[in-house]
């Protein structure tokens, strides 16, 4: 395995944000030479990114086969859309390596939980919007295209079942101004790529309709999309195995543990 890091400074980015890469090393003795890549968006509520749902599932992946990525975007207190210029970054800089890194240059799959999941939902929203190429710098819009999108938990409306807080974080003092721009509900469109969601009927944080609404969005867009609604589970199980832990010991379900098979057998469908 190859791990390459890069230092990521967009407009409003704070210190310490970074895009790590594990690359499965080619070989000629692979049949395999190009790999999809995954690359995660942990959660953290906007206040930071959690460990748990990033080394913990990126190397789930990279079992499975995949290149992996992780990105630890700017959380408060930068804002919007700083994160999302961070995520278009790593995407461009994936792009630009993909043949040294024998990376599929049109698989390329963002995976984001909780608010985590909000980042890459948004980017799939908007990394079409004339604000994502001029900040970016680039003339070649579909560089900044994601091929597929796997969602955990995720925040997405800011309307009645939404995780208030983390609007509230990512906005700060334009939280009035761009608080229907990002609840993601309205934002979908063509643009956004084929989708794999999970959540848990009891998540008591981010409540289940945040999947549905989202859900019932691609399915007005006719956007294909596989969604899985586990009958019990607290937020934020990341693996949902004893890997992924918290000091309160209540991320353990093995209802959800399967989420990474299903996740993996959707991959191998469609990349």
């Given at each position: 395995?190859?791990?390459?890091?890069?230092?990521?400074?967009?407009?409003?980015?704070?210190?310490?944000?970074?895009?790590?890469?594990?690359?499965?090393?080619?070989?000629?003795?692979?049949?395999?030479?190009?790999?999809?890549?995954?690359?995660?968006?942990?959660?953290?509520?906007?206040?930071?990114?959690?460990?748990?749902?990033?080394?913990?599932?990126?190397?789930?992946?990279?079992?499975?086969?995949?290149?992996?990525?992780?990105?630890?975007?700017?959380?408060?207190?930068?804002?919007?859309?700083?994160?999302?210029?961070?995520?278009?970054?790593?995407?461009?800089?994936?792009?630009?390596?993909?043949?040294?890194?024998?990376?599929?240059?049109?698989?390329?799959?963002?995976?984001?939980?909780?608010?985590?999941?909000?980042?890459?939902?948004?980017?799939?929203?908007?990394?079409?919007?004339?604000?994502?190429?001029?900040?970016?710098?680039?003339?070649?819009?579909?560089?900044?295209?994601?091929?597929?999108?796997?969602?955990?938990?995720?925040?997405?409306?800011?309307?009645?079942?939404?995780?208030?807080?983390?609007?509230?974080?990512?906005?700060?003092?334009?939280y009035d101004e761009l608080l229907d721009k990002v609840s993601l509900e309205n934002a979908v469109n063509e643009n956004?790529?084929?989708?794999?969601?999970?959540?848990?009927f009891t998540d008591q944080s981010v409540p289940v309709e945040n999947s549905l609404l989202f859900a019932t969005a691609?399915?007005?867009?006719?956007?294909?999309?596989?969604?899985?609604?586990?009958?019990?589970?607290?937020?934020?199980?990341?693996?949902?195995?004893?890997?992924?832990?918290?000091?309160?010991?209540?991320?353990?379900?093995?209802?959800?543990?399967?989420?990474?098979?299903?996740?993996?057998?959707?991959?191998?469908?469609?990349?």
């Open positions: 395995m190859i791990c390459k890091e890069f230092d990521i400074h967009e407009e409003g980015s704070l210190e310490g944000v970074k895009l790590t890469i594990y690359l499965q090393e080619a070989s000629e003795s692979l049949l395999i030479k190009e790999r999809p890549l995954v690359l995660l968006c942990p959660g953290g509520g906007y206040s930071y990114t959690s460990d748990r749902e990033a080394d913990p599932i990126a190397l789930s992946f990279l079992a499975k086969g995949y290149h992996a990525a992780i990105l630890r975007y700017s959380c408060s207190p930068a804002t919007f859309p700083t994160a999302i210029l961070e995520l278009g970054r790593s995407i461009l800089i994936i792009r630009e390596h993909a043949r040294e890194w024998n990376v599929k240059n049109d698989s390329i799959v963002l995976q984001g939980a909780s608010a985590g999941g909000h980042l890459a939902a948004s980017y799939c929203c908007m990394w079409n919007e004339n604000f994502v190429e001029e900040k970016l710098g680039i003339t070649n819009r579909a560089m900044l295209r994601p091929n597929g999108l796997i969602l955990c938990y995720p925040v997405i409306t800011s309307g009645e079942h939404a995780h208030r807080d983390s609007f509230v974080k990512l906005l700060g003092d334009r956004v790529p084929r989708t794999f969601i999970w959540h848990t691609l399915r007005a867009h006719d956007i294909n999309t596989e969604l899985h609604i586990f009958p019990e589970g607290c937020h934020g199980l990341a693996l949902a195995n004893d890997l992924t832990l918290g000091m309160e010991k209540k991320e353990l379900s093995k209802a959800c543990e399967p989420w990474i098979d299903m996740a993996n057998r959707w991959m191998e469908y469609y990349f």
